[in-house]
Nanobody
């Protein structure tokens, strides 16, 4: 299983960016897909997660601003990030979970929000 993440970059506060993550390989048993982020000096935290049935959940700080989605036929997950804030600056990682609890991680992509 491999994860290929795209997107990220530099944007001014209030702007928007989109991330995508495509999963390749044997995806049988794929349960959840999600995005995590890690700011300098901080731990890696969950940003948003979407289950195979489409149910999504978000960390409180991004609710109303970020939207996670997935296109199962393309094995691809997206994160639309609107009204970005400097505190959203971090390396973003895509994550997939296979039954029962096997995790795979993509390489991080940097999102920088300038004030």
């Amino acid at each position: 299983v491999q994860l290929q993440a795209c997107g990220g970059g530099l944007v001014q506060a209030g702007g928007f960016l989109g991330l995508s993550c495509t999963v390749s390989g044997n995806i049988f048993g794929l349960v959840n897909m999600g995005w995590f982020r890690q700011a300098p000096g901080k731990q890696r935290d969950l940003v948003a997660r979407i289950a195979s049935g489409g149910a999504a959940n978000y960390t409180d700080s991004v609710k109303g601003r970020f939207t996670i989605s997935r296109v199962s036929t393309k094995n691809t997950m997206y994160l639309q990030m609107n009204n970005l804030k400097p505190e959203d600056t971090a390396v973003y990682y895509c994550n997939v979970v296979f039954f029962p609890r096997v995790n795979y991680w993509g390489k991080g992509t940097l999102v920088t929000v300038s004030s």
